[in-house]
């Protein structure tokens, strides 16, 4: 196991390499110079072309790619993740340090309560099977996976917060500074975010509870006396969620996703807004430092998921 | 003293292709310490008969039609499927063992997991308890290093071991009568022996009563004392283990024993498969369901429905043919 | 059977929301309230010896009933981030107008700038200027303290306009001779060259920074403009609390402010990138004012009871640039350019994008009515004949192909391009359309355009038009950046604006504007096509606020109040 985590972690550094080399080399091709991207009208005339190969060579702009590469990863590993060009006086690190956790906070709920609801739902569909129930919840999965994130929000916000004002339109509390207050900004975002995972996490739920209760322990389960409850807890869902696991894995990535859209629609400072305004316009230090973070998160989450096999499956083994 | 008794039990499954009448009004019964064979080839409503004697069909499609189940002087049958009456008895006082030994056991479960679940269950033992009785009951049915690998999972064990951690877990708590249904169909000969002799000495030493159901006529011939023979979800003949193997009277039981090699024959026997395949129970004509494979037909047969179980000698069969008088 | 239940149910759902959301916009009332406070009644006059005299924060005179009353944080909705906020020398186009309440300007906009061109001051009680306009003479208002309690004078001003020479991106500062204190608050400033924009730059870009808290903010100087960079010192009305990026920017008042104490107590900028949301929060209460706000969402807010709307007009003319530059393009022939204009019905396209609003004026110049270069009678109107006409004197009657490039911050813009494509088709012109990101547009714009192509822009635009005019008309020699908006160089405008750039009294200046305009408007550089308007919405009781009011470079933010609500 320790071996298995030890060599996974050194596949995954060589993944993050490829990575952030890629990014590195395909942020260079974007059309658009992100030193002209933000200037005066002023000070125009005095940018000659001698004034800007002087500043493209003190941001290291004007050498070979791999040695950019290579002074950028050395830096990294030091500390230093290098400044904006955008924001002049922001440190990248910085940057990230202030989005992560908003981003954190909101995906961790949406995870959540995805997989919570998603789950609860795929197994009471499952375990009703034909009756009501069943109809309710599929009805539920079905809506979540097609609705537009973009249209729920704005008619949540419109129905919630202008209409019964009973939440925050939008914006974003630390959790620290105000529980409550944060917890009401954050019910629509991360029900926006949450929405299709749940969807998938329930459907897939319910056709792999369906699979599983037909299994014949289950029938040794029932024919040992346990009550429902308990047979469909402890023998079904754990053996019923080894496909759902993979998908949550997959979540990761679609939250970071959909943070992109949520972010922007409710003004939360996070990093999916962060990554499209760098990425809009060129800051190359933001966008390098935002994949190597959320590369390393997404390879983190698999390594998770893949060790949380062997949780819910003792018969997978680590070599 | 009579332990269970089914009478006249009818389970049907409700299918989109028509009506399967898996069990139609199967009547058996079984004494306290017996230990019963109930034989019949696959599909002819044996397991569905002992699932519905503890009420353990899906439901839907299955549904359980008629009859009576009396287990200690109650019809089970008045209970609801998933009560807490049903519940105490499923594994407390009737336990069952089932056919694969590869599936039956949860595989994300430790082998200690399940059979704890039951003591703790039904018995309300403490951990520490629930555990030395775990790994006395695997050193029982001779699990070697018990102690050890209490805590592995199925699939560290071989499919002879599961079927006896199976019985293990079955007999934990006690119980009054075992169920056994193709304990032995999925393991090799040697192994079924040898299972077969542990389920008959722990019946034996726990005074537990013991239904094999089985489509070997072989295997109970040995341990069973009374045989039910089943064919198209009725009851076709019973008696005792002697009396069926020696004068068996509805050619459906003949055609079976002549396909089971015998020790104690003359040389030279040929093993007589019997002809055709069994009857697809959807929509089942009236007339007797072996007619069509059957080497005795009469007339009658084709006229008339499907005759009861009636006395014959020390058996009881369903036939309208005097099989003595046409055995060869 | 399933999926027809949820069929009916979401259907049962829209049309909920839409029945329920319909009912506001309808009850259209009256919309603006009380006119917002004109701004500060100063006298300017002009130019050689401005003099503005009254403090521009005086109490608003057109209020009258109204008694201002202190207290409350105004919250303004905005979609920008800050860039930089405390170093002058960076303090990006974009987003400047954070400083607006925290750092002050020597001169500002006057109300009647737009008419007159007159400035009034701030950090500067008068000035003059002598010797072709190389010698600038500044008297600075006394009893104005900085925010970390030191005094602006004489020598703080001369630090700051060192500070901006030495970081060496402008070339007016580039040519800064020498800086001389002449009394505790006189300084003058000298120049090598006639520093003819001076004014229209002290107005919009040239802020003042506490010289004390940055020279003790660290031991470098890349430490210490670094540290500038975040923490903005100056003399406004308001200090600088915190700026989170993404999220909000707040000030607390300034009690010591030289014009009286503040009636609010802060201001907080509320970052909200997206316009349906930010109109939401208004309707809601989140928000006071929502300013930069999208044209859609500003109408709508108007219509509805408690807000008022404004209109900034002229800062944005919107338009079609053609790529003129290689002489053996297309469009390097004036017929070509002329044909273009005449296929274009700048009528329609107005109509169909300005969602009914007169705001938006149609425009067939680049002079506004009532600048000195304005010629009521100029413009080439749709005329689909004299297009064509005008195409087979060019040899073109059959058409080339083009494209047409479309930045894609807005939506409206890819609109016209597709009227525009449709128009041209008439003239044998086939059109492409291509988005382009901001990245592109400005290397475009700054190292030109690929030949014969077009472009969709607005063109930032300044009340002292002959400054605009040497921005936009700039001849410069290949492989300088500037301004691409006209690629057009003709040897005549070439010549004006030599003598633009090297006029040396305002008579002069004016005088060789007026020339370089009238001979760019003929030599069709490019298709102005709309006034589009700057816009913020205010709630009702958003008192005395002049953001926008007349220019977007200004805003008195001491003079802002909140009724009770």
Redesign the interface.
């Known amino acids: 196991m320790v071996t298995y985590i030890i060599r996974r972690l050194i596949q995954a550094v060589f993944i993050l390499l490829i990575l952030t080399f890629i990014v590195f080399g395909a942020v260079r091709l ?5 030193l ?14 001698e ?2 190969d002087q500043a493209r060579h003190e941001l290291g702009l004007d050498r070979n790619l791999v040695v950019q590469y290579g002074i950028w990863l050395g830096d990294i590993l030091q500390g230093d993740w290098g400044k904006s060009l ?5 440190n990248v690190l910085q ?1 990230i340090g ?2 992560m956790p908003v981003t954190i906070h909101l995906g961790v709920l949406a995870f959540f309560f995805s997989s919570v609801i998603g789950i609860t739902l795929g197994v009471i569909a499952a375990v009703r099977r ?1 009756r009501w129930a069943d ?1 309710v919840a ?2 539920l999965a ?2 979540a996976i097609t609705i537009p994130i973009f249209w729920l929000g ?2 949540m ?3 919630f ?3 019964l ?1 009973w939440l ?5 509390t630390p959790i620290n500074e105000d529980f409550w207050l944060s917890t009401r900004k954050l019910i629509m975002p991360v029900i926006c975010l949450m929405i299709g995972s749940l969807g998938a996490v329930a459907r897939l739920t319910r056709t792999s509870m369906l699979e599983v209760i037909r ?3 289950i ?10 409850r ?1 047979i469909v807890i ?2 079904a869902l ?2 019923s969620l080894i496909p759902v696991i993979t998908v949550m894995g997959l979540q990761v990535r679609f939250i970071f996703g959909g943070a992109v859209l949520v972010e ?4 939360i ?2 990093m999916g ?2 990554m499209v ?1 760098a990425v ?3 800051d190359y230090p933001v966008i390098q430092g935002a994949v190597l973070v959320i590369g390393i998160i997404v390879v983190l989450t698999n390594l998770i998921v893949d060790i949380s096999y062997g949780w ?4 997978v083994r680590y070599e | 003293m009579t332990l269970l008794t089914v009478e006249n039990l009818k389970t049907y499954f409700h299918t989109d292709f028509g009506l399967v009448k898996a069990v139609d009004g199967v009547s058996y019964e079984i004494n306290e310490g017996e230990i019963v064979g109930i034989v019949g080839e696959s599909g002819c409503g044996k397991s569905v008969t002992q699932l519905s004697t503890l009420q353990l069909i899906t439901s839907p499609p299955g549904m359980i039609e008629d009859g009576k189940v009396i287990f200690d002087g109650r019809n089970l049958l008045d209970y609801p499927a998933n009560g807490p009456e049903m519940r105490s008895i499923r594994g407390g006082k009737i336990a069952m063992i089932f056919q694969e030994p590869m599936t039956s056991l949860n595989p994300t479960l430790s082998v200690f997991q399940q059979i704890s679940e039951m003591l703790s269950l039904h018995l309300q033992m403490d951990k520490e308890t629930q555990r030395k009785r775990a790994i006395e009951l695997l050193t029982q049915v001779g699990i070697p290093d018990a102690k050890r690998r209490i805590d592995d999972y199925p699939h560290q064990f071989s499919g002879g071991m599961r079927q006896r951690v199976m019985i293990a877990m079955a007999l934990s708590c006690n119980p009054k009568l075992l169920i056994a249904d193709e304990p032995t169909t999925a393991v090799d000969v040697t192994t079924q022996a040898q299972l077969l002799l542990l389920m008959q000495n722990l019946v034996r030493q726990y005074h537990t009563s013991l239904i094999i159901v089985t489509h070997n006529l072989g295997v109970v011939a040995r341990y069973a004392q009374r045989i039910y023979v089943m064919y198209a979800g009725r009851i076709v003949e019973s008696g005792s283990c002697d009396d069926i193997f020696n004068q068996p009277k509805h050619p459906y039981t003949i055609g079976l024993l002549k396909c089971v090699p015998r020790l104690d024959e003359e040389e030279d026997r040929r093993l007589v498969p019997i002809e055709g395949l069994p009857p697809n129970l959807i929509n089942m004509p009236p007339t007797c369901a072996f007619l069509p494979r059957c080497p005795y037909k009469i007339d009658r047969c084709r006229e008339e429905p499907w005759p009861a179980l009636k006395p014959v000698g020390n058996q009881q069969v369903a036939c309208y043919v005097d099989t003595k008088l046409t055995v060869q | 059977m399933k999926r027809f239940i949820m069929a009916l149910f979401i259907t049962v759902l829209v049309v909920g929301i839409f029945l329920g959301s319909c009912g506001e916009p309808e009850e259209t009332t009256t919309a603006p309230t009380t006119a917002p406070t004109s701004a500060p009644t100063s006298a300017p006059t002009s130019a050689p010896t401005s003099a503005p005299t009254s403090a521009p924060t005086s109490a608003p005179t057109s209020a009258p009933t109204v008694t201002p009353q202190y207290g409350g944080v105004l919250r303004m909705i905005t979609p920008m981030d800050p860039t930089v906020l405390g170093y002058p020398a960076e303090s990006a186009g974009r987003a400047t107008y954070y400083q607006y309440a925290i750092l002050e300007r020597m001169i500002i906009y006057a109300p009647d700038v737009w008419q007159n061109q007159n400035y009034q001051g701030i950090l500067a009680t008068s000035y003059t200027f002598e010797n072709d306009m190389k010698t600038w003479t500044f008297q600075l208002r006394e009893g104005v303290k900085f925010h970390d309690g030191t005094d602006w004078n004489a020598s703080a001003a001369k630090w700051n306009f060192e500070l901006r020479k030495e970081a060496g991106n402008s070339t007016t500062f580039n040519s800064m001779e020498s800086c001389n204190i002449l009394g505790p608050h006189t300084v003058q400033i000298n120049f090598s060259s006639p520093a003819n924009t001076f004014e229209v730059e002290l107005a919009t870009g040239i802020y003042f920074i506490s010289p004390t808290s940055f020279e003790n903010a660290g031991t470098t100087q890349e430490e210490r403009i670094d540290w500038a960079r975040g923490h903005p010192v100056g003399t406004g009305p308001f200090k600088f609390v915190e700026a989170i990026l993404g999220d909000h920017v707040t000030y607390e008042r300034f009690d010591d402010y030289w014009a009286g104490k503040p009636y609010l107590e802060g201001v907080e900028f509320i970052i909200v990138p997206d316009a349906t949301t930010s109109k939401n929060m208004m309707i809601a209460g989140e928000a006071d004012a929502y300013i930069y706000s999208e044209f859609k969402e500003t109408l709508e807010l108007e219509a509805m009871d408690g807000f008022y709307a404004r209109y900034c007009k002229h800062h944005t003319p919107e338009g079609i640039w053609p790529a003129a530059l290689e002489p053996d393009s297309h469009m390097y022939d004036k017929k070509v350019r002329e044909a273009i204009e005449y296929a274009i019905d700048r009528e329609a396209i107005i109509a169909a994008i300005s969602l009914g609003s007169p705001e938006v004026e149609i425009m067939y110049q680049a002079p506004i009515p009532g600048d000195p270069a304005y010629r009521p009678d100029f413009g080439r109107h749709y005329d689909l004949n004299k297009a064509k006409q005008l195409m087979r004197e060019a040899g073109l009657e059959n058409g080339f192909e083009t494209t047409i490039y479309v930045r894609s911050i807005t939506g409206r813009w890819a609109d016209m391009a597709l009227f525009v494509q449709a128009m041209l088709a008439e003239i044998k012109i086939t059109v492409n359309i291509e988005m382009i990101n901001p990245g592109q547009y400005m290397t475009y714009l700054l190292f030109g355009w690929p030949a014969d192509t077009l472009f969709i822009s607005g063109i930032p635009n300044e009340p002292i038009s002959n400054f605009v005019a040497a921005r936009d008309y700039a001849c410069s020699p290949a492989g300088v950046p500037k301004w691409n908006y006209s690629t057009v160089q003709t040897p005549e405008m070439c010549a004006l604006w030599n003598e633009l750039k090297a006029a040396t009294s305002p008579e002069a200046t004016r005088a060789a504007y007026v020339a370089l305009s009238h001979q760019a408007m003929d030599d069709a550089v490019g298709i102005y096509m709309m006034d589009w308007p700057d816009t913020a919405v205010f709630a009702d009781y958003v008192k005395d606020c002049d953001w926008i009011a007349y220019s977007t470079k200004v805003w008195n933010a001491n003079t802002t109040w909140m009724a009770p609500h």
């Open positions: 974007l059309p658009g110079d992100p002209l991207m933000f200037l005066n009208a002023t000070d125009i005339e005095a940018l000659s072309p004034a800007l955008h924001f002049k006086n922001a940057m202030q989005r034909g109809t599929t009805l079905n809506t704005i008619i916000m419109l129905v917060s202008v209409e004002e925050p339109v939008a914006g974003y299994q014949d322990y029938r040794t389960a029932w024919s040992k006396g346990l009550r429902e308990a402890k023998h754990k053996n922007k629609v409710f003004a400072p996070g807004r962060l305004e809009d316009g060129s819910f499956d003792p018969r």
